[in-house]
């Protein structure tokens, strides 16, 4: 999948970087810090998530105060995170998406979608927590922000020798470049004293979207009791137990992503079963958006169809998103049959 960078400006005015690739419906990812630009660094991370995004328009940004994002910024707090999500949305002109929250951008993620029952169609919840202090204790986390601030190097291998513990000497040393890199130790510290108290508990029963739960069981750094504290409190969750000690970072890739797609391919499915086949959903497309659904059916590539309608390559791409997750498509063959069946292929 190609990747470009590309920005908007949340409410609060902060720069925030963002990336698209592939073409479906759309899934948008919050994770920790790791920079979208630098997971190259984690093979087996960068594998993963495009293997996640297979068949969708993956939506991935850097939070304020990381990676390409504005870096120096007053606040980052649960309240900003949020704020960041919605200037993603808002500039793709997002109606409706599916949204992946995994380890701390778990918590992101909630505050999200309980905040945003409208917007959020799903949601998937991947080795996540309800609560910071629930896996350590306050002492703790306020010894390792002292250590972020005075020696980012070492805090970093404290970090990976905790979560990657179990893996190969070359991929910790990746694990802790990708951190190093994507933010400073200045602005961890920041984040966790802003986010430390911060409790999804008190937000789970707003959660009115399908919402898979997927933790490992002998998750080293956050216990399974985490994500099962979680399936429990919002209602008819479905929880996936892992075997293995996956560590917030996709150690053993092939279950979670087993469980993952089989839960997207359901969740397409139900979308195209709500719009049934009497043709209600056409009325919701924009009138630019039936005549882009049009030009596909008709095989035009995306370019192709920039150049027809005198649209940017990046703007048909957005209306391409917005099309197949109002129609349920997955691939442009979907998109040519719902075309089809709707006679919006015939002149």
Known sequence: MERDVRYCTTEDGVR???????????????????????????PTYEDALRRIGRGHALIRYD???????????DHMSIETSTLDIEAVVRALGL???????????????????SRNPDRVSAL?????????????????????CVLARANWAAATRSLTDIATRTRQPEEQLNWMRLIQNSITGQAVAQLIDAQMDFDATLLLGQIACPTLVVHSRNDVQWPFVHGRRLAEGIPDARLVPLEGDAGGAFTDPDQAIE????????????????MGEEGGEVRQLTPRETEILRLIATGRTSK???????LSVRTVGRHITNI??????????????YALRHRLAED
Do not use: N, W
């Not at 109606?95 to 979608?113: K, N």
């Open 259 to 274: 469980a993952i797609q089989a839960f997207l391919q359901e969740q397409s499915g139900s979308i195209a079963h709500r």
């Open 16 to 42: 925030i970087a963002y990336s698209v690739e592939g073409d479906g419906p759309p899934l948008l990812f919050c994770h920790y810090v790791y920079a979208f630009s630098l997971s190259y660094i984690v």
């Open 304 to 310: 192709e169809i920039s150049q027809e309608l005198s």
């Open 124 to 144: 998937i919840l991947y080795e996540a927590y309800p609560r910071l202090l629930d896996a350590y204790p306050r002492e703790l986390m306020e010894m390792f």
């Open 95 to 113: 109606d409706r998406f599916i949204l992946l929250g995994a380890t701390s951008g778990g918590g992101r993620a909630i505050h999200y979608a």
């Open 63 to 73: 939070m304020r105060g990381s990676g390409l994002s504005q870096r120096e910024v």
């Open 324 to 337: 197949y997750g109002k129609i349920g498509a997955r691939t442009r063959a979907d998109a040519t049959a």
